[in-house]
């Protein structure tokens, strides 16, 4: 696999070496990483490249030409130069529309979205591949494609409908959340036909995704599920109490189920209550506390880029090329390369490969 410094990308503006003139904690106790730290990342990334589980360019698609995303869109924190500088080998294109219209209306806005991103892998084939499956994550990535999955889906947009869940799986979706939706409202966190519908997500081999669900729904779906579950965006809710974070007691379920709770970089939900504009070393906190309490075989990482380069974003991680930049970071907190290796690619690639004998009823 190419070093990353020889792959095709057009250089950022806004991402280059960390600076720490801004961060979220003391200089002192969070250096910047140094060019030996960001080598070292850039050597890791190339060999084993990154599942980014949350990109919301979906929403951006119907306004942006596919030619600028192959070739640099400055408009955007996401093009696929600076994807592939990043080193992110597999991409979760998020399809989540706001749940403010009828249910018509959500599951119409859905389905254009998986229009749009399938549109836009057809558009670029030398560039993106679709994946199903975790074999062919790995066979896009193997042969210079970035793996893309379809999802999450909003809750909201299943519709209360099982056909609909499926209607999606024949689409391409692999990943559905739970949160917002009608049978996650009780008092139980989950209702009769919320069991239902995590069943059949474990029996198509869907992806149940519990960003933004409250703490009782996420306990009952572990209750419930026997396929691993993932965090599609969300941080530790003990190091930020955001709505979308999640707590540690649900942290050390995810542990015996065996998820993922991809890490985000989105300011807001890791900023630290300090005054200070949120930086990647806010993030590297958040990925330490979620190893420590779920394990190293349970964290993963979501840029929750895809949106306008002007928009807030993390000191240090401003588009999708920066993933260098926190894995140097990682690299000088002392994690070792296994546990990385486990950050970027692995643990993601085992959920999906998991959710599949689940549902073949291995």
Same mark, same amino acid.
């Given at each position: 696999m190419a070093d990353l410094q020889d792959l095709p990308y057009v250089a950022p503006t806004t991402c280059g070496e960390p600076d720490d003139t801004v961060r979220g904690a003391d200089p002192a106790e969070a250096p910047t990483p140094s060019e030996t730290d960001l080598g070292r990342a850039r050597v890791l990334l190339a060999a084993q490249l990154v599942v980014d589980g949350h990109n919301t360019l979906a929403q951006e698609l119907d306004r942006t030409h596919h030619h600028a995303l192959q070739h640099g869109e400055a408009a955007l924190d996401t093009d696929i130069p600076r994807i592939r500088a990043g080193g992110v080998g597999a991409q979760f294109w998020s399809l989540h529309v706001a749940p403010r219209h009828g249910a018509d209306?959500? @599951?119409?806005? /859905?389905?254009?979205? @998986?229009?749009?991103?399938? /549109?836009? @892998?057809?558009?670029? #084939?030398?560039?993106?591949?679709?994946?199903? /499956? &975790?074999?062919?994550?790995? &066979? *896009?990535?193997?042969?210079?494609? @970035? &793996? +893309?999955?379809?999802? #999450?889906? +909003? !809750?909201? *947009?299943? !519709?209360? +409908?099982?056909?609909?869940?499926?209607?999606?799986? *024949?689409?391409?979706?692999?990943?559905?959340?739970? *949160? !917002?939706? +009608?049978? /996650? &409202? !009780? #008092?139980?966190?989950?209702t009769p036909f919320g069991e239902d519908v995590i069943r059949e997500m474990n029996h198509l081999g869907v992806l149940v995704d519990l960003s933004g669900a409250s703490a009782d729904t996420m306990r009952r779906v572990l209750d419930v599920t026997k396929a691993p579950v993932i965090l599609s965006h969300s941080a530790a809710a003990a190091l930020t109490p955001h709505p979308v974070n999640v707590t540690d007691d649900v942290l050390r379920r995810l542990r015996a189920n065996g998820g993922v709770c991809m890490v985000t970089f989105a300011p807001d939900q890791v900023a630290r209550l300090t005054g200070l504009p949120a930086a990647l070393q806010d993030v590297a906190d958040h990925l330490d506390h979620v190893r420590s309490v779920a394990g190293p075989e349970c964290v993963g990482v979501a840029g929750s880029f895809g949106t306008a380069a002007h928009a807030p974003h993390t000191v240090g991680l401003e588009d999708a090329s920066c993933y260098p930049n926190l894995i140097a970071e990682l690299l000088h907190r002392d994690w070792p390369e296994t546990d990385i290796a486990a950050l970027t690619w692995g643990n993601a690639a085992r959920v999906v490969r998991e959710a599949e004998a689940v549902a073949r009823g291995a």
């Open positions: 209306q959500l @599951i119409g806005g /859905t389905l254009d979205l @998986i229009d749009g991103v399938r /549109t836009l @892998i057809e558009s670029c #084939p030398e560039a993106l591949r679709l994946a199903l /499956t &975790a074999a062919e994550m790995a &066979a *896009a990535r193997d042969c210079g494609r @970035i &793996a +893309s999955l379809l999802g #999450p889906v +909003s !809750g909201a *947009a299943l !519709g209360d +409908s099982l056909g609909t869940l499926r209607a999606y799986h *024949a689409l391409g979706v692999r990943s559905a959340g739970v *949160a !917002g939706t +009608s049978w /996650t &409202a !009780g #008092p139980d966190g989950l």
